[in-house]
């Protein structure tokens, strides 16, 4: 999976909790990305990072809120977890990003339950 | 609005034939392709790639062919073998963030 790992791998938690997923990589690329793949929907983008510090927002943010204060690291935060977060949870990582001609390399997913 | 999209969403084949995937996009501007594969409980898996200068691009055993007129793509796979079996992305580079927008994917199976 390129250097990317995901933490945890597998969470339970209830309504209301808030909940991080952590993402690292030690390819030190510039860009991450943070998806969900559900059935129907394929992976969508929830936020994308273009470097320490630098976030936006993808086509399915709401209730989902990113931060990356090192190279490595980008986490995922819900702020307060519904049942319609369900998901599966896919960071990704680029060299170049917007570039139109690079390739995202994907970490082995977080399975998220909301109860 | 942008969307890539596969014609099946299933396709079983015997071991040793070969698999053919299709996909369709809409975004002529699309310029980048990427085909994954996903295996159950794991992360999309870049298989190979192709840019819109080329036609067709070979790697072990698979082979993209594009075609720009028909906005189409595929993915064959040689001598398919049980190891093969997974859902298979296509993706287009061309998000409006950088992101890719993936097709709905086509789950191959492999009969022994």
């Keep these: ?115 | 609005g942008e969307s890539v999209g596969l014609h099946l969403p299933t396709l079983s084949v015997q071991e040793g034939d070969n698999s053919i995937i299709n996909c369709a996009y809409s975004n002529s501007a699309s310029d980048y392709f990427i085909w994954y594969k996903q295996e159950s409980g794991k992360g999309p898996q870049f298989i190979i790639d192709i840019r819109s200068n080329m036609d067709k691009r070979q790697g072990q055993r698979v082979t993209v062919l594009l075609n720009k007129t028909v906005k189409h793509l595929s993915l064959q796979i040689a001598a398919t073998q049980p190891g093969d079996s997974a859902v298979y992305f296509c993706a287009d580079t061309r998000g409006s963030q950088g992101n890719l927008i993936f097709g709905k994917g086509t789950k191959l199976s492999v009969k022994p």
């Design chain 1, 1 to 115: 999976d390129a250097g990317i790992t995901q933490s945890p791998r597998h969470k339970v938690t209830e309504t209301g909790t808030p909940v991080t997923l952590r993402c690292h990589q030690t390819e030190n690329h510039r860009y991450m990305y943070w998806y969900r793949q559900d059935p129907g929907h394929g992976l969508r983008l929830i936020h994308y990072s273009y470097g320490v510090k630098d976030t936006d927002k993808g086509e399915v943010s709401d209730g989902y809120s990113v931060s990356r204060s090192k190279t490595e690291d980008f986490l995922l935060t819900l702020e307060s977890a519904t049942s319609s977060q369900t998901s599966v949870y896919f960071c990704a990582i680029s060299p170049r990003g917007r570039d139109s001609t690079d390739t995202q390399y994907f970490g082995p997913g977080t399975r998220l339950t909301v109860l």
